[in-house]
């Protein structure tokens, strides 16, 4: 992977960042619904609407208030809860970490899961083993998140309380602990796609020639499966992995209602009741840069596994 | 390659047998999806009560032969409120992809037959639609709009159609080369005669395979709102909102919750059986 | 046809390699499919066998099934005997030995053979890892002097290049030198140029014949290309329809084949020191494994065919010293 490759795909994010602030922007601005009268309740003033329309800026044009939003994004101004009655900045990085500790859990969990299985399946191909893990992949894929975590969370925690039944704890082993079914929860669904692609993908790769090759060089079956079938077959997996951030991400807002964990899906759910729409926009905009980001990472990760990509 | 040096047809057999397998989830799929579509046309023929009539003396009672799969904390038959909800989310695994599928198919066979700069922009469409978790921004979009059931059709229509339009976008960018899309412009056809006859039914496959994905998670989707209180409303039987119902009693009357959670699957398991079967088909024609 | 065979060879050296009644078998029952029925064949040392025939005549399979490289379903029986030892039977350890340490294979695609997502000293460095004492150092050392040796130009510098960085034709230098790593004593090389620009076909079957007088190694060469078997091999061995139908040396043979196929094989392609007379292909097709006629395979395209050709299979015979045909009428022939 060359450094071009690295500035390349950084230029790139750029337009990606403006015009998902463009789609955000236009999201809340354009779409019927109106911060005014959320923020100030239908009896307002026709004074009060005008102070607060100046104060947001909404009395300009759209491109203007386009303007003042970038130029406020730039300063780290996503204004202020209308709820809450803080800056919306703050409660993102606030809430922030526990969704990504969460999701950052969830998705090695996905990988944890999803390797080990695709292997099994895809060496014992059409036996039984194969068809039992791909029968329980494919029911947990049809699973709703919030179902599984229901399932979870009364079986493990209420029932047999092995683990607690919601939020976090104070030090990373704690935080392991209580986290620990939420993020299972979030990994079922994405392990089951990785597992499925991963396993096609090694079913492709096992018979290639350069396989054969590896083994007529008497290398030991590890080091074949390893070095040879997996390295490559993970390649297509890694890009599927990235794809599917954003679902987990989505997923995230879920579990975390599910499981009464303190993160932004929470707050985001929680800002739908409560029509509190800066932080609906903060949150929607952060997500959106997040996924992008992971995108970019995916991509270098990719690079590194792959040298053709890079030099393309 | 071992198999490749030998003559075709000399791994025959194993695929007749394979072929076989692949039929009968094919069939046990549609089984599904018949059961699903009974439910959903006609609950009043198959439901044994009335799905939101309260019975107070039977609060809560776990499945018996009177209420198989129990009562609710209403008294409300739990069988009648999940077969009374496949209604409901087969109308939202429809209408969440009505326009998806028609919309984004075109917009798909046009662009990949144009190309230029049509897809440039379409191109970068693409990526800033999966750059939004597609969750979030339906949620977003649902929050703008208020939350209920045709607002979720908007908001997933608003962003579905993408996926549908790249599929087919790249299906046809490949047979936009093919030798009867030459014979077919050297013929002097009409471009929208050569999409409509020619490329899209040659690519449609692909799409009604996506199609069938599309509805099983759209309807994890729908229950995944209802559960969040965003998509439909109590008390409306929906499987997420029957989950969301039952949800605080899953210690004692875990059958409120699991009943409909099993519908859930059962519904996504027979969709993908059936796409996976047209695609088995369609892969062996070729 | 073992015991003829063993007879021919008892006035020879010991064979190196020596195949008995191998067997390749695809799927069960009714639609089994032979695609190596019941062959016979030995290496000497420091001799090149050439193993011929068209597409599916069961030569790659064949090559492959030695080091125990089909894959399900296809099933492989008979002995493949290497210094005493049956490599089909030998445990999975000891056959990790043989195979890239006493036997080096090389596959036809070399950009398919070599792995695109490694860089070409890692995939000499890992052979040298598995057969060799050497350390990292000594591995990065031997791997570059193995490059070097195969006439890769600057083989210093292109060490840590990746397969798709190289030509068609330095690629299979490449190939090579990661089969010959660790000094085989048999390289097995499966239509190593079918996929090369005919300048560099040459050069590599030169490089193969140059190293082996260095290694004194032995090669089975499977190709469809008579040129190459004359330009390279000592023996040659005819396979149609998964057996071999003729074998014996390749001068010999060129200059009087006792096949009818061998005959046909020789007529559509250009000889340098025969009169020139026009080509001739062989009408028909190959028949196909699931539909094999009675008699002899060749029979429904031989235009030598007689009556007793279509009613068993001819068994291979000694028709000269050290030279075996399968042919009911290769006096016949060897008279054309």
Redesign the interface.
Known sequence: MSLNYLVIRLAQILPTFFLIMVIVFVLVHLLPGDPTSALLGIRATDEAVNRINEQLGLNRSIPVQFLFFLRNFFQGDLGDSIVLKVSVTSLIINRLPVTLFLTAFAAILAVLLAVPMAMLAALRRDSAVDGAIRTGFQIGLSMPVFYIGIVLLTFFAARLRWFPVGGFGTTFGEDLYHLFLPALTLAFSLSAVLMRNLRNGIIEVVNAEYVDFARAKGLRNRLVLGRHVLRNALIATVALFGLNIGTLLGGAVITESVFAIPGVGRLMIDSIYGRDYPVIQGLTLTLAILVSLVFLVTDLVQASLDPRIARR | ???A???P??????RVR?MGRGRKSLYVGIAIMLVMLVCAFVPELVAPYDPLAFDYNAIMHPPSLAHPFGTDNFGRDVLSRVIWATRIDMQIAIFCTLFPLFFGTLVGAIVGYRGGWLEAIFG?LV??T????????V?????????GLLNMYIAVSAVGWVFYAQLMRADVQVQRQSEYVAAAKVLGYGEARIIFRHLLPNAITPIIVYWMTDM?LDI?LG??LG????GAQPPTAEW?VI?ADG?NF??TA?WI??FP?IA??????GF?LVGDGIADIFRRRR | MAAVAQAALASEVQPLLAVRDLRVVFGHGEAALTAVDGIDFEVAPGEVLGLAGESGSGKSVTLRAILRLVHPPGRVSGHVLWRGRDLLTIPEDELRRVRGGQIGVIFQEPMTALNPVLTVGMQIRENLHEHTTLDAAGRKARAIELLDHVGIPAARSRIEDYPHQFSGGMRQRAMIAIALASSPKLLLADEPTTALDVTIQDQILKLILRLRRELAMSVVLVTHDLGVIAQTCDRLAVMYAGRVVETGPVAEIFRKPRHAYTLGLLNSVPRAGVMRRPLASIPGQPPLLSNLPEGCAFAPRCRFVIDACRQARPPLVEVEPAHQSACICHATVAAA
């Open positions: 390659m071992t198999a040096a030998l003559p047809g000399i791994l025959g057999q194993r394979r970068r990526d800033l999966i750059t939004f978790p597609f969750l979030v921004i949620i977003a979009i649902v929050a703008v709009l208020g939350p099983a994890l229950s995944s559960y969040l209180g965003l997420g989950i949800k899953m210690s875990w919750s699991v959670g859930i699957v059962l519904a996504g398991v993908s």
